[in-house]
Nanobody, 123 residues
């Protein structure tokens, strides 16, 4: 089991940038693939980005590809989401999640979740 705590959310103008961080409390963090998901009010939770446990392949939703970048630091038990060129439609609560095995875009496959951090993009 992994305990996850997100940080870095906030209010930003359209076109701006934010970097989300997710701190994991597990001595086996390097065994987990990590994902970022988001949920806007009245909408279902959606996949944003994911990275394999072994610094392997990264995955992105079409809506964020080329603007967002996921990264991890296994030595620090951290995963990051760099968000550039933010748009009002990126406004949502962002969640960090962990799973064993390869990264996927399916939220139901992730076993552990953080509490979320709010990102608000003003136009």
């Amino acid at each position: 089991q992994v305990q996850l705590v997100e940080s870095g959310g906030g209010l930003v103008q359209a076109g701006g940038s934010l970097r989300l961080s997710c701190a994991a409390s597990s001595h086996t963090f390097s065994s987990y693939s990590m994902g970022w998901f988001r949920q806007a009010p009245g909408k279902e939770r959606e996949f944003v980005a994911a990275i394999n446990w072994n610094y392997g392949k990264e995955y992105y939703a079409d809506s964020v590809r080329g603007r967002f970048a996921i990264a991890r630091d296994n030595a620090k038990n951290m995963v990051y989401l760099q968000m550039n060129m933010l748009r009002p439609e990126d406004t949502a609560a962002y969640y960090c999640a962990a799973k064993l095995g390869i990264a996927t875009a399916r939220s139901y496959e992730y076993e552990d979740w953080g509490q979320g951090t709010q990102v608000t993009v003003s136009s």
